[in-house]
């Protein structure tokens, strides 16, 4: 297949091209805006692969889309371009309307005119990936089952807001115009290549640094833990196996609460880069909650386990183990993010 993937530049997006391109036959149409979390970087050394061409645009761009999906004809769109940071959206909530609402529409109506131009066997492969989040669901308790396919939408804030939007644009074209999609709802990620904006590349650049380690509340927020690599293969497995028209939810099957994480990776630390003085969990501060924040989130993965044969194979100390030492042998990727210099990168970028 080629398969047209948005995101690239990202943390999620790098990594499934990279398992792609290592596991499978396929080719490689990327698309990436390099936004401030789009990093260059994340896959410098897949540039020049035989089966990857680069594409530096912007999926709010609707006129560059649909130029792009003319001239590309790919057999499969996998889209994970999107607005994630919860606190950026609190912020700044603009731009997760623009990028998760408007962006998703410019790629369905780009879409929908390709495939409503294939014939035979090229019309009847083509699939329409959608990747969301568990955060549409909404809150959990500390005793409720995990969220599962048919759980009421129910979003908190205007990240998870825009996303929840998404999808239903991305059902709605489903119903309405017959385009083939699927749809996945995943846990949070954690593993190589995340921004450091998100919990545990945070807990472990300032465990590296000697900084405070920010913890919102008490840390009692609790998720379900994926590793991005266990993530990537359930996509591919989507797309390749799915039914047209379902959605599929990927879990670690690995509860967590944010302090339980936090110390976690402090006593990894303390193993792997021990601080001058005391441990690392010493630096440990809670600071004031954010607002909205959701309690609980826990994913339901038994469809696709069932239906596709898919499950994770890391568990939570082995993917841990992996990303902390991820970021202590790659310090020259999180080092130009801190600076600042991974943004002039962008000059240049795209062919």
């Given at each position: 297949?080629?398969?047209?993937?948005?995101?690239?530049?990202?943390?999620?997006?790098?990594?499934?091209l990279r398992v792609i391109l290592k596991d499978t036959p396929h080719s490689v149409v990327s698309v990436d805006a390099l936004t401030y979390a789009g990093n260059r970087a994340s896959i410098a050394d897949l540039m020049d692969h035989p089966r990857h061409r680069f594409v530096h645009a912007d999926i709010c761009d609707a006129a560059r889309m649909r130029a792009l999906f003319e001239k590309e004809q790919p057999d499969a769109v996998m889209h994970l371009a999107a607005e994630s940071h919860v606190d950026r959206s609190i912020d700044g909530p603009g731009a997760f309307v623009q990028t998760n609402i408007v962006g998703t529409f410019n790629l369905l109506q780009a879409a929908r005119a390709v495939y409503e131009s294939y014939e035979g066997a090229q019309k009847e492969g083509f699939r329409f990936l959608h990747v969301s989040t568990d955060e549409v669901f909404g809150s959990l308790g500390m005793g409720d089952p995990g969220f599962t396919e048919t759980t009421p939408y129910n979003p908190h804030s205007p990240y998870s807001a825009s996303k929840a939007a998404s999808d239903h644009l991305v059902r709605a074209w489903a119903d309405t115009f017959e385009l083939p999609v699927l749809l996945t709802n995943c846990s949070n990620n954690y593993g190589p290549y995340q921004f450091p904006e998100k919990l545990i590349p945070v807990v472990i650049l300032k465990c590296l640094r000697?900084?405070?380690?920010?913890?919102?509340?008490?840390?009692?927020?609790?998720?379900?833990?994926?590793?991005?690599?266990d993530h990537a293969r359930a996509l591919l497995c989507v797309l390749e196996k799915g039914q047209k028209g379902q959605s599929y939810n990927i879990g670690g099957n690995n509860e967590r609460s944010n302090i339980e994480w936090v110390r976690s990776i402090c006593a990894l630390l303390d193993e792997l880069a021990p601080a001058q003085n005391g441990s690392h969990a010493d630096k440990i501060s809670f600071v004031t909650d954010r607002p909205g924040h959701d309690l609980r989130y826990a994913i339901d993965a038994s469809k696709i386990r069932r239906e596709l044969g898919w499950q994770p194979s890391e568990n939570a100390d082995s993917g841990l183990r992996k990303t902390v030492s991820w970021y202590l042998e790659n310090r020259p990727w999180w080092e130009n993010i801190l600076s600042g210099d991974y943004r002039l990168e962008r000059i240049g970028v795209g062919r």
């Open positions: 297949m080629k398969i047209l993937i948005t995101g690239t530049a990202g943390f999620i997006g790098s990594n499934l000697g900084e405070p380690i920010p913890v919102y509340g008490k840390g009692e927020n609790v998720r379900d833990w994926l590793y991005v690599d």
